[in-house]
């Protein structure tokens, strides 16, 4: 997850391997840095809801794992304390896994 755009850059050279692994996490998170990168924030921050994961997990998760902010700083903006960032990036990735797992099972 901490490295997002190193997947992507893999996936862009043709690395079928990062391709499969982004999928799979863009399936599961719906994060899509196009968005953000747009400067469409407001509409980045509300793509968890084609994704599984709470929007608490989703924006915990996307601004600090994968923009690279701090848990200090996420945490300032939303206006909670640096542990509840840090306990729904945890939920997170278990439903990540869990998410994933159950794909893997489907098949």
Not at 70 to 93: C, H, P, R, W, Y
């Amino acid at each position: 997850m901490r490295n997002w755009g190193g997947l992507e850059g893999l996936s862009e050279k043709g690395d079928t391997v990062a391709t499969c692994i982004l999928t799979d996490l863009k399936t599961v998170t719906a994060i899509d840095l196009d968005k953000y990168h747009k400067s469409d924030r407001a509409e980045f921050n509300k793509e968890y809801r084609k994704g599984k994961l709470s929007h608490y997990q989703y924006m915990s998760i996307a601004y600090v794992l994968v923009l690279g902010y701090t848990q200090d700083e996420l945490a300032f903006v939303m206006g909670v304390d640096q542990s509840v960032i840090s306990k729904n990036i945890n939920s997170g990735i278990k439903r990540i896994q869990r998410e994933l797992r159950a794909y893997l099972e489907e098949d």
